[in-house]
């Protein structure tokens, strides 16, 4: 089984404006090493034996590829694969890799939004994806923190209580899926292959046709570093204590 790590980080960044005017929103610093977040992704892909790369690329793509280059610095190979004008969303990112060539339909896929920081043990999560035979296996966390007050409403209207910034037990997406190859030819036939959603658009259109999709339950650090408030919140401390296994040998 080949697998092959997959990194979204072409995306414009716009919810962590005015940052990403200056930086690509993988590129941002992170704990007080002020390490680029998409260095803590490829750290923890290493640490997990997942060493073959693609990075799918696009906005201010020359900031990653002067910083990683062709991955050596963190003994894994990197391929980049540059969006083409046209296309819109992320499995339509990732076919275009499946025609660029930089992954076929007998890989095992590890598709990784890169605006997550997670401590992910993912050579696990891609273990469950093989032993249950799954075409689709996404990682789901439970206790996610809505970032906004809740209101419970009576029925003609009256706030009967509110909850501030509420946690939800039911589980979510991390934004790290594994894919089994065969879904590439499956993407490959939509009928609408240049605006196509991974989350949006194919996992629910597996389910449907009741394909094997997976949920893997992480009780795993992670954190959505999609906005500018999400990005001010980040305890920068508590990520290096979460991440020092990653720097090990440099202290």
Request: proline fraction near 2%.
């Given at each position: 089984m080949n697998t092959r790590g997959v990194i979204l980080c072409g995306g414009p960044g716009?919810?962590?404006?005015p940052l990403t005017y200056y930086f690509q929103k993988v590129m941002v610093p992170v704990g007080k090493r002020q390490k680029p977040l998409l260095e803590y992704v490829i750290r923890n892909m290493k640490y997990y034996g997942i060493n073959d790369l693609i990075l799918l690329v696009n906005y201010k793509a020359e900031q990653i590829m002067n910083y990683f280059e062709d991955g050596a610095r963190f003994d894994v190979k990197i391929?980049?694969?540059?969006?083409?004008?046209?296309?819109?969303?992320?499995?339509?990112?990732?076919l275009n890799a499946y025609h660029e060539g930089a992954i076929s339909e007998t890989d095992t896929i590890l598709v990784y939004y890169g605006d997550i920081l997670s401590n992910l043990n993912l050579k696990a999560l891609v273990d469950y994806h093989s032993e249950r035979q799954a075409i689709a296996t996404l990682a789901l966390a439970s206790g996610?923190?809505?970032?906004?007050?809740?209101?419970?409403?009576?029925?003609?209207?009256?706030?009967r209580g509110f909850v501030e910034k509420p946690k939800i037990e039911k589980p979510v997406s991390i934004g790290v899926v594994v894919i089994s190859g065969t879904v590439l030819k499956m993407m490959d036939e939509f009928p609408q292959r240049r605006e196509l959603d991974l989350m949006g658009d194919v996992i629910p259109h597996l389910i449907e046709q009741g394909k094997p999709v997976y949920g893997y339950l992480t009780d795993a650090y992670w954190?959505?570093?999609?906005?500018?408030?999400?990005?001010?919140?980040?305890?920068?401390?508590?990520?290096?204590?979460?991440?020092?296994?990653?720097?090990?040998?440099?202290?």
């Open positions: 716009t919810r962590l404006r391929r980049y694969v540059h969006d083409k004008p046209d296309i819109r969303g992320t499995a339509a990112s990732i996610f923190t809505i970032r906004v007050g809740v209101a419970k409403l009576e029925d003609n209207g009256k706030i954190y959505d570093i999609g906005s500018v408030e999400a990005y001010e919140k980040l305890d920068h401390n508590y990520v290096d204590e979460v991440f020092s296994y990653l720097f090990e040998k440099e202290t």
